[in-house]
């Protein structure tokens, strides 16, 4: 059983690219076969993965333009997982995509076109996470649409509700037209930090909201997981007893204890 996850938040700086490499290199400790496909032309996740984002010529860019599959694009990670790259080429698809005439067949498109790239790869994969932009443009919708559901972190913040209503427009809206499947995996509490009240707070607060749309892991503020990048590692690698490292891997027990659980109930 396969799943792909889109970790998205149109704001920046909520550990969207933290969760997505550490939850990657937490299921892949675990057994799981894990891609994760970089979809931000920052590269952030390509260069937290170990992964030179500059030297990488083909990327999730070449894939989505059809110049190449994901076999071709595919590299290895430092944290067992494989990754699709990427760089500031891929600020380029946007235009590239949709830049042709009968613009809105195009643009119907060009946002499947992530989706049928993975569709050849995804039987070798247990979860497949996709790194989005913190903007809700082409790349985005084509991680959505791509994706049975989406993983939304939220900084335990004074803002962390701003925006989240934009966002669930634009999930209703792929709903409707592009990607009726389409779950709310869970929101995802990051950045916490318990000696402050206010972070308490708002972490009580998105329990009242969300409820079991909430994962009950918490996500820490943690000194480990803010300098993994520089290293080119998950902290998994870089200091496997931090207290992030560990956080991750309890978010991907309960992942997995959510899913496969689910799917050995099912009836067969
Ligand atoms: N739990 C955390 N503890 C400490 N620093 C964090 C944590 N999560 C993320 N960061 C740091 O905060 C910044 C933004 O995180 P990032 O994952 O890049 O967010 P996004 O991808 O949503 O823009 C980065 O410098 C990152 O290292
Ligand atoms: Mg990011």
Same mark, same amino acid.
């Given at each position: 059983?396969?799943?792909?996850?889109? +970790?998205?938040? $149109?704001?920046?700086?909520?550990?969207?690219?933290?969760?997505?490499?550490?939850?990657?290199?937490?299921?892949?400790?675990?057994?799981?076969?894990?891609?994760?496909?970089?979809?931000?032309? $920052?590269?952030?996740?390509?260069?937290?993965?170990?992964?030179?984002?500059?030297?990488?010529?083909?990327?999730?860019?070449?894939?989505?333009?059809? %110049?190449?599959?994901?076999?071709?694009? @595919? #590299? @290895?990670?430092?944290?067992?997982?494989?990754?699709?790259?990427?760089?500031? %080429?891929?600020?380029?698809?946007?235009?590239?995509? !949709?830049?042709?005439?009968?613009?809105?067949?195009? /643009?119907?498109?060009?946002?499947?076109?992530?989706?049928?790239?993975?569709?050849? !790869?995804?039987?070798?994969?247990?979860?497949?996470?996709?790194?989005? =932009?913190?903007?809700?443009?082409?790349?985005?919708?084509?991680?959505?649409?791509?994706?049975?559901? #989406?993983?939304? =972190?939220?900084?335990?913040?004074?803002?962390?509700?701003?925006?989240?209503?934009? /966002? #669930?427009?634009?999930?209703?809206?792929? $709903?409707?037209?592009?990607?009726?499947?389409?779950? +709310?995996?869970?929101?995802?509490?990051?950045?916490?930090? =318990?000696?402050?009240?206010? &972070?308490? $707070?708002?972490?009580?607060?998105? %329990?009242?909201?969300?409820?079991?749309?909430?994962?009950?892991?918490?996500?820490?503020?943690? !000194?480990?997981?803010?300098?993994? =990048?520089?290293?080119?590692?998950?902290?998994?690698?870089?200091?496997? &007893? &931090?207290?992030?490292?560990?956080?991750? #891997?309890?978010?991907?027990?309960?992942? +997995? &204890?959510?899913?496969?659980?689910?799917?050995?109930?099912?009836?067969?």
């Amino acid at each position: 059983m396969i799943r792909t996850i889109a +970790i998205a938040n $149109q704001k920046g700086g909520v550990g969207k690219t933290t969760t997505a490499v550490n939850l990657a290199a937490s299921l892949a400790a675990q057994g799981r076969r894990v891609l994760l496909i970089d979809v931000d032309p $920052q590269g952030n996740a390509t260069m937290g993965a170990g992964v030179d984002k500059n030297g990488a010529e083909t990327t999730v860019y070449t894939v989505l333009l059809g %110049e190449a599959s994901m076999l071709d694009a @595919r #590299v @290895r990670a430092q944290g067992g997982f494989d990754l699709i790259p990427a760089n500031r %080429e891929l600020a380029g698809a946007e235009v590239e995509l !949709v830049n042709l005439p009968d613009r809105e067949t195009k /643009l119907k498109d060009a946002i499947h076109t992530l989706k049928a790239a993975i569709a050849a !790869v995804a039987e070798e994969y247990d979860y497949i996470l996709i790194d989005c =932009p913190p903007t809700l443009n082409l790349l985005t919708l084509n991680a959505l649409c791509a994706a049975d559901s #989406v993983l939304i =972190p939220m900084q335990c913040e004074y803002y962390a509700l701003e925006g989240l209503s934009d /966002l #669930v427009q634009t999930l209703r809206r792929m $709903q409707q037209h592009l990607n009726p499947d389409l779950e +709310i995996e869970g929101l995802l509490r990051t950045m916490y930090d =318990p000696r402050m009240t206010l &972070s308490q $707070q708002v972490a009580a607060q998105l %329990e009242r909201h969300f409820g079991e749309k909430l994962f009950a892991t918490v996500i820490p503020r943690n !000194v480990r997981l803010a300098e993994a =990048p520089s290293h080119g590692l998950p902290a998994l690698l870089l200091d496997r &007893s &931090s207290k992030g490292a560990q956080a991750y #891997v309890a978010l991907a027990q309960e992942l +997995i &204890s959510r899913h496969e659980a689910a799917a050995a109930a099912a009836p067969t």
